[in-house]
């Protein structure tokens, strides 16, 4: 099995700063890309930022400039600094892994239980 555990949510005022952090453990042999989703009260879940294991990144366009993505291989964690927040940015924000587990042939998905970000204006 493999788990990714979330950190680093909370409550910041407009213009203010966060990082997340989420660590996956477990059976891992490899993981692809890792990356943020958030989901908004009553909208889809859409993607912030995504990260190859090569260290190519993408983002959604309403944060480019703003968000930052990384990752420690070593670690298999990957990071979210959050800077310049709006309160738009408020959301449960997902992470999420392409991992090969020890023993498969195939990559799967998985996700972590979600992180509360608020943003005060």
């Known amino acids: 099995q493999v788990q990714l555990v979330e950190s680093g949510g909370g409550l910041v005022q407009a213009g203010g700063s966060l990082r997340l952090s989420c660590a996956a453990s477990g059976i891992i042999f490899s993981i692809n890309a890792m990356g943020w989703y958030r989901q908004a009260p009553g909208k889809q879940r859409e993607l912030v930022a995504a990260?190859?294991?090569?260290?190519?990144?993408v983002y959604a366009d309403s944060v480019k400039g703003r968000f930052t993505i990384s990752r420690d291989n070593a670690k298999n964690t990957v990071y979210l600094q959050m800077n310049s927040l709006k309160p738009e940015d408020i959301a449960v924000y997902y992470c999420n892994a392409d991992v090969v587990a020890t023993g498969s042939r195939y990559p799967k998905g998985y996700w972590g239980q979600g992180t509360q970000v608020t943003v005060s204006s």
């Open positions: 990260i190859t294991s090569g260290g190519s990144t």
